[in-house]
């Protein structure tokens, strides 16, 4: 029998896995989620967990050239699966972009948007937005402040001066949820470059965590090639095999 603190820490994850029912962007057991009616392609991938204990399934992208130096993979979509147990993961490939007030952006806090909007890396009129502070002691996203053409696929930020130094970040979400974040740091143009590739691991993960992807352990890309619905089962020495 668990513990009262081992339910405690269950219903914690329980919780953030309905908020990521919430959301949008669905990562609950056994429940496949439809995608949003404005996203180009949709995605399901199903996981079990063959392992002899209790982990969260994540989901997170690890682009080789993210665009950004120092800019973060984030714990993307999170589930808690017992032994034996299966969760269902769906999202959709709409972006977003995210801001939210950290203080340092670092390994191990958790990015929480504080305010998201559409966004499109193959529409000129959407892959560009600023980012600012103002006089009424307010972040948020204003126009852009720089011009110019943004290569195909690719997201920019443009951070205002009037931002304070370690306060803020910002990023890029997918299907509701936030991939990438980066420091707002006063004056910088971040421009990211979405990849996609998917990457699962598992472990004690929330959504939203800041990751050191280098650290992570049992760790594996999702090869979905020209698939959109994929299933992993972790083994029990904590390998990852695919199957369509």
Partial sequence: M??????????????LAAGAACAGAFAVPSVVGAPSAAAATGYTLTATNGSPGFLDVCLFKKAVDPGVPGAFSLAWLVAPAHAGATVTFTWSTDHSFVWAVT???????TFMPWGRIAADPNGPSRNR????????????????TSGGTLP??????????????????????MSSAPVFAAQADPGANLVFRPDPQYWI????YFRGEVLDVE??????????GDAQSMRALLSPSGGWSFSP
């Fill in 152 to 173: 195909q696929g690719s997201l920019g930020i443009d951070v205002l001066a009037t931002v304070p130094q370690d306060t803020a970040s910002v990023g890029i979400g």
């Fill in 201 to 204: 691991t598992a472990g004690p």
């Fill in 129 to 144: 937005t600023g980012f600012g502070f103002g006089f009424d002691n307010a972040y948020g996203f204003v126009p852009p």
């Fill in 2 to 15: 668990p513990s009262p603190d081992q339910d405690s820490v269950l219903s914690r994850r329980r919780f």
């Fill in 215 to 224: 650290e992570i352990e049992i760790v594996a890309e999702v090869p979905f």
């Fill in 103 to 109: 203080g340092p952006l670092t390994p191990g806090i």
